[in-house]
């Protein structure tokens, strides 16, 4: 969080996918930054809703601790841009964001 708005990024959090979805259905996001493992819902049924979510091209990163293979196919298909293994190294995730979002 402190990362991104140090980066002149306006960032707004979720404490699970629910209020992450209904966040999105309020506000157009140009990132969303995700996890599998939330509350609530999990992280392919948030990226599932997400994807079916009329007028939203949000460019979508998970970053995960729990990177089964089976979830990495899955993610893909529902559109993500990269899925990632914690700890990630801030160059690392710094160089993705610039790339999801449209920066050389």
Do not use: W
């Amino acid at each position: 969080n402190r990362f991104l708005a140090g980066k002149g990024m306006d960032v707004s959090l979720a404490s699970n996918g629910v209020e992450g979805l209904e966040k999105v259905e309020k506000k157009h996001f140009d990132l969303i930054i995700t996890d599998l493992k939330m509350p609530k819902m999990g992280g392919m049924d948030f990226l599932k809703n997400l994807r079916l979510m009329k007028n939203n091209d949000s460019a979508v990163i998970v970053l995960t601790a729990y990177g089964e293979m089976d979830s990495y196919v899955q993610a893909f298909n529902c559109g993500v841009f990269e899925f990632l293994h914690k700890p990630v190294e801030i160059d690392v995730l710094s160089n993705i964001i610039e790339k999801a979002l449209g920066k050389p």
